[in-house]
């Protein structure tokens, strides 16, 4: 049997891929479901790199067309500092040259929170407050109302995959406590190493959680028309 046998999900990453961030993903994914990477390189969070990387992401998604069903692209800062239309038409570009279903991971995720119906969230993010200021406003343009916004000033991507579990825990948390008519947690970030709290912060302060792992999987089983239910891992994970 063939890998990918349902469908190829790929997903462009900003930055380089790891094996240690697999770990976060493989639970996600069900038997015969293909999980393709590419990179688009981000170093750091400086805007120049941030909007180099926009430039060049047409051409990658490109390349990662090649293996893919359906693609979703990474990085947020990367497709929100631009501004929405730039990234509108980007996405149409991609779509019309390639003929793939493809999204970013932040579309993804509000996808998810509007199947949880959740209208008021609390935003957690390791990117400085500058570079969530733009993601914010998306969401907001997006019809959510951000309740609390919680960052954690990171400067170089490679420094969210070493955040611990346990301070990203305590900074949902946070927010939410300091936010308690929020319906929904969202984290945004595809490096936090989050996997292995996300039943804990649902159990833990009673509202359902939607990450970027979970978002780039959920989103791309569905554009895929697979429906298996992956238990363990959070409320719109078993809502396929």
Request: glycine share 8%; net charge neutral.
């Amino acid at each position: 049997m063939s890998y990918g046998w349902r469908g190829h999900i790929g997903y462009l990453t900003a930055g380089l891929w790891s094996m240690d961030r697999w770990e976060d993903f493989r639970p996600l994914i069900p038997p015969g479901v293909a999980f393709i990477v590419a990179s688009n390189p981000v170093t750091n969070l400086d805007k120049d790199v941030l909007h180099a990387a926009f430039e060049r992401a047409e051409q990658m998604a490109k390349l990662l067309a090649s293996e893919a069903d359906v693609m979703i692209m990474g990085g947020q800062p990367v497709y929100t500092l631009p501004g929405e239309d730039h990234l509108e038409k980007l996405l149409e570009r991609i779509r019309t040259t390639t003929g793939k279903t493809t999204t970013t991971t932040l579309l993804a995720a509000i996808e998810a929170l509007e199947r949880l119906e959740a209208k008021k969230v609390v935003f957690v993010t390791p990117t400085k407050v500058e570079l969530a200021i733009p993601v914010r406003n998306f969401l907001t343009a997006k019809g959510l109302q951000v309740v609390a916004t919680k960052t954690m000033d990171i400067v170089h991507v490679n420094q969210c995959a070493g955040i611990s579990s346990d301070s990203i825990y305590r900074l949902a948390k946070q927010g939410t406590l300091e936010a308690p008519q929020a319906d929904a947690i969202f984290m945004n970030c595809g490096r936090m190493p989050v996997s292995d709290i996300i039943t804990k912060l649902e159990g833990d302060l009673g509202k359902p959680v939607v990450t970027t792992q979970q978002a780039i999987v959920w989103w791309g089983l569905r554009q895929l028309g697979v429906k298996d239910k992956i238990a363990g891992y959070g409320k719109i994970m078993e809502m396929l």
